[in-house]
């Protein structure tokens, strides 16, 4: 299995902060990754797939990088909506295996 | 707009079969490009594949279930189902279903999950 490492696990910041999520894949996925952001109770919502294509609907503020093995999501300024817990997950081989995510809370 | 919607009991007793249903609204099951998926999430845990079964009904299954786990689609009623053999209290958990979509971007194809439905709590306790 392809093993996602996430950090940090946690992170506390402040509304207008600029936060930055890592993720490392244990082999090289091309730009096979997506980021996900879960808030209590809900499902999962993709926000950026193929690494760093937005999906639809998502706000510019949101964005990413990487290839092969890193890979990263930023927020260039946190809004009270985006306290979340974020994912990573790897799509180019099976089983899809997610990161163990990244807790976004208020400072 | 498509819908993804779960159904199945709530509570299963240890060692009996887990049966899940998702209903498709708003587009075919059997549209190409398209995968069904189930995903769980344990109570204060990240998110575990399951498996998918594709619009034409192949399967791939996460091998740490593969032994107990099966995974089917209904064409004539657009909606497809997990079946988990077995359980325990290990296996309680959010489930999900969800589509994965192939899609295609310039000269390469991408998948993400783009629909997820609300998730259905199912506790394995006697």
């Known amino acids: 299995d392809i093993q996602m490492t996430q950090s940090p696990s946690s992170l506390s910041a402040s509304v207008g902060d600029r936060v930055t999520i890592t993720c490392r894949a244990s082999?090289?996925?091309?730009?096979?990754l997506g980021w996900y952001q879960q808030k209590p109770g809900q499902a999962p919502k993709c926000l950026i797939y193929?690494?760093?294509i937005l999906q639809s609907g998502v706000p510019s503020r949101f964005s990413g990088s990487g290839y092969g093995t890193q890979f990263t999501l930023t927020i260039s300024s946190l809004q009270p909506e985006d306290f979340a817990t974020y994912y990573c997950l790897q799509h180019n081989g099976h089983p899809r295996t997610f990161g163990q995510g990244t807790k976004v809370d208020i400072k | 707009q498509v819908q993804l919607q779960e159904s199945g009991p709530g509570l299963v007793t240890p060692s009996e079969t887990l049966s899940l249903t998702c209903t498709v609204s708003?587009?075919?099951?059997?549209?190409?490009?398209?995968?069904w998926t189930w995903i769980r999430q344990p109570p204060g845990k990240g998110p575990e594949w399951i498996g998918y079964?594709?619009?034409?009904?192949?399967?791939k299954y996460n091998p740490s279930l593969e032994s107990r786990v099966t995974l089917s689609l209904d064409t004539s009623t657009n909606h497809f189902s997990l079946k988990l053999r077995s359980v325990t209290a290990a296996d309680t958990a959010v489930y999900y279903c969800?589509?994965?979509?192939?899609?295609?971007?310039?000269?390469?194809?991408?998948?993400?999950?783009?629909?997820w439905g609300n998730g259905t709590t199912v506790t394995v306790s006697s």
């Open positions: 193929a690494a760093s």
């Open positions: 969800a589509r994965e979509l192939l899609t295609p971007v310039s000269r390469y194809y991408f998948y993400y999950m783009d629909v």
């Open positions: 708003g587009d075919s099951v059997s549209r190409s490009n398209y995968y």
């Open positions: 082999e090289g996925i091309k730009n096979d």
């Open positions: 079964v594709s619009y034409t009904g192949g399967t």
